[in-house]
Protein backbone atom coordinates (compact mmCIF):
# COMPACT_ATOMS: atom_id res chain seq x y z
CA UNK A 1 0.00 0.00 0.00
CA UNK A 2 0.99 3.65 -0.04
CA UNK A 3 -0.45 5.65 2.97
CA UNK A 4 -0.35 9.12 3.64
CA UNK A 5 -0.21 9.93 6.99
CA UNK A 6 -1.09 13.53 8.41
CA UNK A 7 1.41 13.59 11.89
CA UNK A 8 5.31 13.24 12.39
CA UNK A 9 4.64 12.73 16.34
CA UNK A 10 5.55 10.08 18.23
CA UNK A 11 2.45 8.04 16.96
CA UNK A 12 2.55 9.13 13.13
CA UNK A 13 6.59 8.43 13.36
CA UNK A 14 6.08 4.94 14.55
CA UNK A 15 3.27 4.02 12.24
CA UNK A 16 5.26 5.66 9.28
CA UNK A 17 8.48 3.09 10.97
CA UNK A 18 6.87 0.11 11.29
CA UNK A 19 4.55 0.11 7.46
CA UNK A 20 8.05 0.57 5.83
CA UNK A 21 9.36 -2.38 7.41
CA UNK A 22 5.92 -3.94 5.90
CA UNK A 23 7.42 -3.10 2.87
CA UNK A 24 4.93 0.09 2.11
CA UNK A 25 5.41 3.55 0.72
CA UNK A 26 5.05 7.00 2.96
CA UNK A 27 4.37 10.10 2.06
CA UNK A 28 4.02 11.76 6.25
CA UNK A 29 3.46 15.39 6.47
CA UNK A 30 3.57 17.88 9.33
CA UNK A 31 4.17 21.86 9.41
CA UNK A 32 7.35 21.24 11.48
CA UNK A 33 10.42 20.03 9.68
CA UNK A 34 11.97 19.60 12.56
CA UNK A 35 9.52 16.65 13.41
CA UNK A 36 11.00 14.69 11.07
CA UNK A 37 13.90 13.83 13.12
CA UNK A 38 11.65 11.23 14.11
CA UNK A 39 11.82 8.91 11.36
CA UNK A 40 15.82 8.49 11.73
CA UNK A 41 18.56 9.09 9.55
CA UNK A 42 17.67 5.85 7.24
CA UNK A 43 14.03 6.89 6.59
CA UNK A 44 14.01 7.49 3.02
CA UNK A 45 10.00 7.88 2.11
CA UNK A 46 8.79 10.98 1.15
CA UNK A 47 8.18 13.79 3.69
CA UNK A 48 6.19 16.73 3.19
CA UNK A 49 6.35 20.21 4.85
CA UNK A 50 2.47 21.45 5.04
CA UNK A 51 -1.19 20.68 6.24
CA UNK A 52 -2.60 17.83 5.88
CA UNK A 53 -5.58 18.96 3.67
CA UNK A 54 -4.10 21.77 1.38
CA UNK A 55 -3.95 20.39 -1.82
CA UNK A 56 -0.46 20.98 -3.08
CA UNK A 57 0.92 19.50 -0.06
CA UNK A 58 -1.86 16.20 -0.21
CA UNK A 59 -0.40 16.02 -4.09
CA UNK A 60 3.08 15.85 -2.90
CA UNK A 61 2.64 13.04 -0.38
CA UNK A 62 0.76 11.12 -2.72
CA UNK A 63 -2.62 11.20 -2.15
CA UNK A 64 -3.79 10.14 -5.94
CA UNK A 65 -2.11 6.85 -5.52
CA UNK A 66 -2.72 6.46 -1.44
CA UNK A 67 -4.33 3.51 -0.51
CA UNK A 68 -4.84 5.06 3.38
CA UNK A 69 -5.00 8.35 5.09
CA UNK A 70 -4.26 8.45 8.55
CA UNK A 71 -4.36 11.77 10.37
CA UNK A 72 -3.09 11.86 13.93
CA UNK A 73 -1.88 15.32 14.48
CA UNK A 74 -2.14 16.83 17.52
CA UNK A 75 -5.28 18.64 16.59
CA UNK A 76 -8.98 17.12 16.52
CA UNK A 77 -10.27 19.63 13.90
CA UNK A 78 -7.26 19.14 11.53
CA UNK A 79 -7.55 15.56 11.50
CA UNK A 80 -11.10 15.53 10.82
CA UNK A 81 -11.08 18.30 8.11
CA UNK A 82 -7.80 16.13 6.53
CA UNK A 83 -9.56 13.16 6.61
CA UNK A 84 -12.61 14.06 4.77
CA UNK A 85 -10.58 15.79 2.30
CA UNK A 86 -8.87 12.44 1.68
CA UNK A 87 -12.18 10.89 1.97
CA UNK A 88 -14.29 12.87 0.16
CA UNK A 89 -12.53 14.63 -3.06
CA UNK A 90 -10.20 11.94 -3.22
CA UNK A 91 -11.67 8.96 -2.73
CA UNK A 92 -9.10 6.98 -0.50
CA UNK A 93 -10.60 4.06 0.43
CA UNK A 94 -9.19 3.18 4.36
CA UNK A 95 -9.42 6.89 6.10
CA UNK A 96 -8.73 6.88 9.90
CA UNK A 97 -8.53 9.89 12.20
CA UNK A 98 -7.34 10.25 15.90
CA UNK A 99 -9.04 12.33 18.08
CA UNK A 100 -8.56 14.00 21.68
CA UNK A 101 -12.38 14.24 22.64
CA UNK A 102 -13.41 10.58 22.67
CA UNK A 103 -17.76 12.07 23.08
CA UNK A 104 -16.99 13.43 19.73
CA UNK A 105 -16.28 10.47 18.25
CA UNK A 106 -19.96 9.41 17.65
CA UNK A 107 -20.21 12.41 15.24
CA UNK A 108 -17.54 11.12 13.08
CA UNK A 109 -17.83 7.85 12.85
CA UNK A 110 -20.80 8.65 11.42
CA UNK A 111 -19.63 10.69 8.36
CA UNK A 112 -17.46 7.02 7.60
CA UNK A 113 -14.57 8.11 9.35
CA UNK A 114 -13.06 5.46 12.05
CA UNK A 115 -12.07 7.66 15.38
CA UNK A 116 -10.84 6.64 18.51
CA UNK A 117 -9.56 9.24 21.42
CA UNK A 118 -6.26 9.35 21.31
CA UNK A 119 -5.21 7.63 24.84
CA UNK A 120 -7.14 4.27 23.93
CA UNK A 121 -5.06 4.41 19.76
CA UNK A 122 -1.46 3.17 19.49
CA UNK A 123 0.57 2.80 16.31
CA UNK A 124 0.15 -0.74 16.94
CA UNK A 125 -3.91 0.17 17.12
CA UNK A 126 -3.63 1.68 13.68
CA UNK A 127 -1.66 -0.57 11.97
CA UNK A 128 -3.98 -4.02 13.19
CA UNK A 129 -7.22 -1.31 11.36
CA UNK A 130 -4.90 -0.79 8.41
CA UNK A 131 -3.53 -4.26 8.17
CA UNK A 132 -5.48 -6.85 9.37
CA UNK A 133 -4.36 -10.33 7.93
CA UNK A 134 -0.54 -8.99 8.98
CA UNK A 135 -1.53 -8.98 13.11
CA UNK A 136 -0.64 -10.98 16.03
CA UNK A 137 -3.75 -12.40 17.40
CA UNK A 138 -5.56 -9.65 20.50
CA UNK A 139 -5.32 -12.98 22.73
CA UNK A 140 -4.98 -16.74 22.53
CA UNK A 141 -5.45 -19.12 24.90
CA UNK A 142 -2.61 -21.27 26.71
CA UNK A 143 -3.76 -23.70 25.29
CA UNK A 144 -3.26 -21.89 21.39
CA UNK A 145 -6.07 -23.32 20.09
CA UNK A 146 -8.71 -20.30 19.93
CA UNK A 147 -8.02 -16.48 19.26
CA UNK A 148 -9.10 -13.11 19.09
CA UNK A 149 -8.66 -11.13 16.17
CA UNK A 150 -10.54 -8.10 14.10
CA UNK A 151 -12.66 -9.12 11.73
CA UNK A 152 -13.43 -6.29 8.62
CA UNK A 153 -17.00 -7.01 7.14
CA UNK A 154 -18.32 -6.65 3.55
CA UNK A 155 -20.37 -3.58 3.59
CA UNK A 156 -22.89 -6.13 2.09
CA UNK A 157 -23.30 -7.68 6.15
CA UNK A 158 -24.38 -4.38 7.62
CA UNK A 159 -28.13 -4.15 8.56
CA UNK A 160 -27.93 -7.87 9.28
CA UNK A 161 -27.96 -9.49 12.92
CA UNK A 162 -24.41 -10.46 14.11
CA UNK A 163 -25.96 -14.06 14.72
CA UNK A 164 -25.88 -14.27 10.68
CA UNK A 165 -22.51 -13.79 11.05
CA UNK A 166 -21.63 -16.62 13.78
CA UNK A 167 -23.85 -18.97 11.40
CA UNK A 168 -21.87 -18.30 8.23
CA UNK A 169 -19.02 -18.45 9.96
CA UNK A 170 -19.18 -21.30 12.63
CA UNK A 171 -17.62 -18.65 15.34
CA UNK A 172 -18.63 -16.26 18.22
CA UNK A 173 -18.58 -12.38 18.34
CA UNK A 174 -16.81 -11.52 21.61
CA UNK A 175 -17.65 -7.88 21.05
CA UNK A 176 -18.57 -5.06 19.13
CA UNK A 177 -17.04 -1.56 19.43
CA UNK A 178 -19.40 0.91 18.10
CA UNK A 179 -18.70 4.98 18.66
CA UNK A 180 -15.35 4.28 20.63
CA UNK A 181 -17.14 1.77 23.34
CA UNK A 182 -16.94 -1.99 23.74
CA UNK A 183 -20.48 -3.72 23.76
CA UNK A 184 -21.44 -7.29 24.23
CA UNK A 185 -23.39 -8.51 21.36
CA UNK A 186 -26.96 -10.00 21.62
CA UNK A 187 -28.53 -12.30 18.87
CA UNK A 188 -30.54 -9.51 18.27
CA UNK A 189 -27.60 -7.34 17.83
CA UNK A 190 -27.32 -5.67 14.44
CA UNK A 191 -23.78 -5.06 12.59
CA UNK A 192 -24.01 -1.16 11.67
CA UNK A 193 -21.19 0.43 9.45
CA UNK A 194 -18.35 1.44 11.57
CA UNK A 195 -18.47 -1.23 13.80
CA UNK A 196 -15.42 -3.21 14.55
CA UNK A 197 -16.12 -6.69 14.79
CA UNK A 198 -13.75 -9.02 17.12
CA UNK A 199 -13.97 -12.89 16.99
CA UNK A 200 -12.78 -15.93 18.82
CA UNK A 201 -11.60 -17.98 16.30
CA UNK A 202 -10.17 -21.60 16.26
CA UNK A 203 -6.75 -22.14 15.10
CA UNK A 204 -6.45 -22.75 11.30
CA UNK A 205 -9.94 -21.17 11.01
CA UNK A 206 -8.81 -17.57 10.66
CA UNK A 207 -8.37 -16.80 6.77
CA UNK A 208 -11.62 -18.85 5.84
CA UNK A 209 -12.97 -16.63 8.08
CA UNK A 210 -12.14 -12.95 7.14
CA UNK A 211 -12.85 -14.82 3.47
CA UNK A 212 -16.65 -15.30 4.28
CA UNK A 213 -16.88 -11.95 6.37
CA UNK A 214 -14.89 -9.85 3.17
CA UNK A 215 -17.74 -10.90 0.96
CA UNK A 216 -21.12 -10.45 1.12
CA UNK A 217 -23.63 -12.86 2.38
CA UNK A 218 -24.90 -15.70 0.80
CA UNK A 219 -28.97 -16.56 0.89
CA UNK A 220 -29.44 -12.56 -0.04
CA UNK A 221 -29.68 -10.96 3.88
CA UNK A 222 -30.97 -8.08 4.12
Known amino acids: MHVVIMGCGRVGSSLARSLVERGHTIGIIDQNPKAFRRLGPDFDETTVRGVGFDREVLAKAGINRADAFVSVSSGDNSNIIAARVARENYGVPKVIARIYDPQRASVYERLGIPT ?66 AT ?10 GDQVYMLVADGDEARIREIAGAAPQGGAA
Open 116 to 181: VATVRWTADRLLRHLLPEDQEPLWRDPTATLSMVEILCDEAWYGNALALLEQATGHRVAYVTRFGR
Open 184 to 193: LPTPSTVLQD
